[in-house]
């Protein structure tokens, strides 16, 4: 059995979906087992890589800003996410985040995926669907 710990985010990492993270939560820092929990702030005009992430599900609370989301096999479907929306996105999901505003766009991202970017999947061939 571990104890809780407490801790302040702290450093970063380049995500492979094109985004650098505050790093919070994971199995290599905190020893979590089945859950990873970071923060992200998309500049403006930030835009991400289409992925999806195999076999995890992800949970997102909009802390500040407005982003856009195009989602779907085909990034087909668009969403746009608004400060103190909540955002679900099931294992397996092709999507496509950005941030077309003139502010930054923070949010809190919880996975199921410890490791944070060991299921992230990049999906080149979408790319271009996405104006």
């Not at 929990?37 to 992430?53: E, N, Q, V």
């Not at 996410?81 to 092709?94: S, T």
Request: proline share 10%.
């Amino acid at each position: 059995m571990t104890s809780c710990q407490k801790i302040s985010p702290s450093g970063s990492y380049d995500g492979k979906q094109g985004f650098t993270y505050l790093e919070g939560i994971s199995r290599e820092r905190m020893g979590a087992q089945a859950i990873c929990m970071h923060l992200l702030t998309i500049p403006p005009g930030g835009r991400a890589k289409a992925h999806l992430h195999a076999g995890h599900e992800t949970a997102i609370f909009a802390v500040s800003g407005a982003t856009v989301m195009y989602w779907g096999p085909r990034l087909e479907h668009r969403m746009e996410i608004a400060a103190g929306e909540l955002l679900y996105i099931p294992a397996g999901m092709p999507h496509l985040p950005m941030n077309p505003g003139p502010d930054p766009a923070v949010a809190v991202i919880a996975r199921t995926d410890p490791h944070e970017q060991e299921s992230v999947v990049l999906l080149p061939e979408l790319e271009a669907l996405v104006p």
